[in-house]
């Protein structure tokens, strides 16, 4: 009984400094010293939460930079997504993250990497083929990743001048503003918070 109950009150002093305190203690610290971060790193425009820094956004309008391809479509859908079908089924079936898994030799990779060159293309004239990012034409592994390249952003640059009337010099100085480096110096690569970026062209096209 004596090593029961020792057993017994162990368990309920973990329980309370494990369970309890520790949580609260982490929560706590997230809460005053990192509170944007603890809370989803939310970016509000004119008072209006509009979404993550960590995640990215499908961006279809001419006048702002597009993001990274995304296997999941950035968990995007509208009313008719949520109908069943003839099926039964319907087409959205929540929040996921991921990619597609599909190996170089897939044709419907193939088909898909094919069709994106020929719609940048078309939206950004006198750009190459072979000029064009491969991060622009290929999905991150987790399919939300709301970086770029610095040089697929300014790849766009032109583009997006001529659709919003802003200058390519200063199209440029909002690129470099949210431009990240290398994390510690040496982790990762150079990257581009596109979400960040099109919120600053927005104020501008706004005033």
């Known amino acids: 009984m004596k090593t029961m109950t020792k057993a017994i009150r162990l368990s309920i ?3 309370v400094i494990c369970g309890l305190i520790y949580p609260l203690f982490i929560t706590g610290i997230g809460q005053v010293f990192f509170n944007n971060k603890a809370n989803g790193s939310i970016i509000k425009y ?3 939460e509009v979404g993550s820094a960590l995640l990215g956004q499908d961006f ?3 006048r702002f930079f597009r993001g ?3 296997a999941v479509n950035y968990n995007t859908y509208t009313k008719e997504d949520l109908k069943p079908g003839k099926d039964g ?3 959205y079936t929540g929040v996921a993250s991921g990619s597609q898994n599909l190996a170089p030799s897939n044709k419907d990779l193939a088909k898909r990497v094919k069709n994106d060159i020929a719609d940048f293309l078309k939206t950004h004239p006198g750009v190459k083929k072979e000029d064009i990012p491969t991060d622009l034409l290929t999905s ?3 399919g939300l990743d709301p970086d770029i390249s610095p040089k697929a952003a300014e790849i766009q640059i032109p583009a997006v001048s001529k659709a919003t009337g802003i200058s390519e010099s200063k199209l440029g100085e909002i690129v470099k503003e949210y431009t ?3 994390t510690f110096g040496f982790l990762g690569e150079p990257r581009v918070n596109v979400l960040k970026v099109n919120l600053e062209v ?3 096209l706004n005033k």
């Open 89 to 91: 089924k319907v087409a």
């Open 13 to 15: 002093v973990l329980i």
């Open 60 to 62: 279809t309008d001419k």
């Open 46 to 48: 004119k008072g209006k």
């Open 140 to 142: 991150s592994a987790s």
């Open 68 to 70: 990274r391809v995304s």
């Open 202 to 204: 927005a104020t501008i």
């Open 180 to 182: 990240s480096n290398k």
